[in-house]
Structures are given as structure tokens and as C-alpha cells.
């Protein structure tokens, strides 16, 4: 048994399975490492340092598989000029025909990428945002309910909710992303409308993954609780794991008064690479995880992790939910005609 849907044939892979574009975690060392498992997973444009830095890592994952992969760009507004422009161009050039982009109206990017037959997936944290990208012409949305780590939008929906209200009224396959991490996971995920899950927490904790085996550690330590929630004061919402930089972010950010620049320095997303996603001190700066910590228990290989996810989602379907149904004749109480209540 296996999966295919319109999310498997659009993109071309095995599983309906994601690995969105994960700022300083998503190289090609992992990208590479997903694409063999047969999911989908997207390069960090911008934890290249430059379009030609870019241009050299999509190289450098081709040269690790030959099967699909896609690039993510996220449009943030940035201190620094970032050449979004020249980042699509290397994109383009290189002959990437997937994209996620994310962050800001992609509106601007999407001819270059029709015209290079490139298909787009739009990340929306609401329906409203959803419907938008639709409208746009994107190929499909990642839709992140408020579990996700990185920046879930400031309505607090939670995907039991967020998913299927997308679902409803979306013609586009959607991606189901936040608090994915098993094989129940998908099978939630495909119940309520999605076509695929987005896993960013679960591929950071995996052998593969270019970040300090203490934060791998760090995430299997912790539980549903381990995540802290910053910026709500400054309109940018963010989910992040919950360390002593992430509780000070927070009680600052709480202050009467306060703005981001009294957290600015914690919050620095150099300070976090550096001191913890390299270096390894989990409570040296601020650094992403979701609610999905909860619910992994071990680090191991892409490989491993997709096909665990996969044979635990068909076991689920295959034995225990049809296990449960049973005919309505066989139900229903004497005397009712066969008709249950």
C-alpha cells in the first residue's frame, strides 16, 4: 500500500511528505537526504549568503540526489536590502521547478516562475491569506496552524480547525504544516482535507539535519510544554523552543512600553545559529521548535523517519480504523429494520 494523491503527482515524489524551507537548517545535506526518502523538501534560499552561494548549493544537492527538491524563498522585510530579484533568478537558471515561498505577497515573483514552468507553494498561517495566494495563481498552500514553530499569525487557530475551514474553500491541494511528526499525524492530516504534512521540528531532530546533536537532543527531551510563545506585543507572533533566552524575550517583551529593540540582541538570529544551532548551547539565544516536540522520541535518518511515518499512517488506516467499521445491519437494534439510530 502506498499513497498518491494530487500532492504526489504534482510534485512528482513518493510521499505525501514535506520538508519546508528552515532558515540555516534547510542544506543540502538534509534536502538531499529527504529527496531520497522520497518526500519533498525545500532549500533555505537565504541561509545562502548570497544568489551565487545559491546557485552552488543547488549544485551540491544534485550532485546528493536526483530526485525532486525545491527551494523556499521567504520575503521578510529586512534592516539589509535582500536581492530577492537576483535569489529568483538563480532559482530559475538552475532549473528548480518547485518553489516555497513564504513571508510577504509572492504576487511579484510569479511570472518569472509560471514562465519557467516553476510550480509555487504559498506558506498562509489563515484561510484569508489562503484564499489570496489562490487567487494569485500559486500551485498549492502550506496552511500553519498555531503549533507550528516559526511565525503561526496572530489568530491563534490551531490545524484541527485551521485545516479543514482551509479545506472548505480551497481549490488547490493544501499542505497540512504544524505539530506533524507521525504516522497518525497523516492520517489527521488526510481526514480533514490536506493532501500532505509539513514536518520542520521532526527532519531538525534527524542525523541529517546540519545543526549541534545537543539541540537534536533537546527537542527528543522535550515535551508538549517546551515551546514559548514571543513577539505577540510587536504583532509578529513566533513560536520558538522555550529556553532562558526565549523566557527573557518574553518577560521583556511584556513590559509596559516595551519595544522589540529591548530584545532585539536575545533575539538575534545570528546569536541563535552561532551559539546554539552550531555551537550547541541550548540556552545560548533563541531558536525555532514546535509543538510536534512532544511527540518525537528519538533522532534518526530521513530515511527512517518518512518510512516509519508512512508504514505507521497505512497500518492506521489498513487495521485499526477499518477495523472499527462495522455494518449497519450488524448495529442497529432489534426490532428497527436494519435502520440504526
Not at 484541527?160 to 504516522?183: K, M, Y
Request: charged share 20%.
Amino acid at each position: 500500500m502506498t499513497f498518491q494523491n494530487e500532492f504526489t503527482e504534482m510534485f512528482g515524489v513518493e510521499h505525501p511528505i514535506v520538508c519546508g524551507g528552515m532558515l540555516a537548517v534547510g542544506t543540502a545535506e538534509l534536502i538531499s537526504a529527504v529527496a531520497n526518502a522520497g518526500a519533498l523538501g525545500f532549500l533555505s534560499a537565504l541561509t545562502q549568503p548570497t544568489p551565487e552561494a545559491l546557485a552552488k548549493e543547488i549544485a551540491r544537492c544534485r550532485e546528493l540526489t536526483d530526485r525532486p527538491f525545491g527551494v523556499n524563498l521567504t520575503i521578510l522585510p529586512t534592516i539589509e536590502p535582500v536581492p530577492y530579484d537576483d535569489y529568483r533568478a538563480v532559482i530559475v537558471d538552475s532549473g528548480v521547478k518547485i518553489v516555497e515561498t513564504a513571508g510577504s505577497n509572492p504576487g511579484p515573483h510569479l511570472p518569472a516562475f509560471r514562465a519557467a514552468g516553476v510550480k509555487v507553494v504559498h506558506k498562509a498561517v489563515a484561510v484569508r491569506h489562503a484564499l489570496k495566494a489562490e487567487a494569485l495563481g500559486v500551485d498549492a498552500v502550506s496552511i500553519d496552524g498555531f503549533e507550528c514553530a516559526g511565525h503561526p499569525g496572530q489568530d491563534d487557530v490551531p490545524g484541527l480547525v485551521l485545516i479543514p475551514a482551509a479545506a472548505r474553500r480551497l481549490r488547490i491541494p493544501i499542505i497540512a504544516s504544524g505539530g506533524f511528526a507521525t504516522g497518525s499525524g497523516l492520517v489527521a492530516a488526510l481526514a480533514l482535507g490536506a493532501c500532505a504534512i509539513n514536518m520542520g521540528t521532526r527532519f531538525e531532530a534527524t542525523e541529517e539535519a546540519p545543526i549541534h546533536p545537543n539541540v537534536k537532543a533537546r527537542i527528543v527531551a522535550n515535551d508538549e510544554r517546551g515551546t514559548q510563545i514571543v513577539f505577540r506585543e510587536f504583532g509578529n507572533t513566533a513560536r520558538v523552543a522555550r529556553n532562558a533566552v526565549s523566557q527573557d524575550i518574553a518577560r521583556l517583551g511584556a513590559l509596559p512600553g516595551a519595544a522589540f529593540s529591548d530584545v532585539a540582541d536575545l533575539a538575534s538570529g545570528r546569536r541563535g545559529r552561532q551559539r546554539v544551532l552550531r555551537e550547541g548551547d541550548v540556552e545560548g539565544g533563541m531558536w525555532w521548535a514546535g509543538q510536534a516536540q512532544a511527540l518525537i522520541d528519538s533522532v534518526e535518518s530521513c530515511e527512517t523517519v518518512v518510512r516509519t511515518i508512512v508504514a505507521d499512517a497505512e497500518d492506521i488506516i489498513r487495521d485499526r480504523l477499518r477495523g472499527q467499521l462495522v455494518s449497519s445491519a450488524r448495529t442497529a437494534p432489534a426490532g428497527t429494520g436494519g435502520i440504526p439510530y
